[in-house]
Nanobody, 124 residues
Framework: QVRVVESGGGLVQIGGSLKLSCTVR???????????MAWHRQKSNDERDLIAQ???????TYSDSNMGRFIISADNDRNSVFLEMSDLKPEDSALYFC???????????????WGQGTLVAVSS
C-alpha cells in the first residue's frame, strides 16, 4: 500500500508565505520510481485545478494564474515534492492536493495517487 501525505497548510495573513510538503510513502516495499508529482487546489464547490507539476528530471509546468507566486520543487531521494507560496491572497484559500503519477513499488506500478489534502486559509 502506498500513501501520499501532504503537510504545511494553515492560516496565513494576506501577503504571507507558506511552504507545502508532500511525501509518497510505501507502507511495505520500496518506491523505486515516480514519474511526475504535482500540486492542485480545490476551492469550495469548484473543480480541482492544477497549480504546478514537476517531472522526475526536474521539468516544471505552472498554471498561468499563479503569476510566479508559487514555486514547485522536488527531492527524488525522499519521494517528496514541495510548493513554496508567496504573496498569498484570500483567493488562494483552498484545499491543496498532491498527486503522484506512475509510482513504481517493488515492480508494481500505481498509475496515479492522491493525498487527502492540506487546507490553506488566507485571512485579511
Amino acid at each position: 500500500q502506498v500513501r501520499v501525505v501532504e503537510s504545511g497548510g494553515g492560516l496565513v495573513q494576506i501577503g504571507g508565505s507558506l511552504k507545502l510538503s508532500c511525501t509518497v510513502r510505501a507502507l511495505s516495499g520500496s518506491i523505486s520510481y515516480i514519474a511526475n508529482m504535482a500540486w492542485h487546489r480545490q476551492k469550495s464547490n469548484d473543480e480541482r485545478d492544477l497549480i504546478a507539476q514537476i517531472t522526475r528530471d526536474g521539468r516544471t509546468t505552472y498554471s498561468d494564474s499563479n503569476m510566479g507566486r508559487f514555486i514547485i520543487s522536488a527531492d527524488n531521494d525522499r519521494n517528496s515534492v514541495f510548493l513554496e507560496m508567496s504573496d498569498l491572497k484570500p483567493e488562494d484559500s483552498a484545499l491543496y492536493f498532491c498527486s503522484a503519477e506512475s509510482v513504481v513499488v517493488d515492480g508494481g506500478r500505481y498509475p496515479e495517487l492522491w493525498g487527502q489534502g492540506t487546507l490553506v486559509a488566507v485571512s485579511s
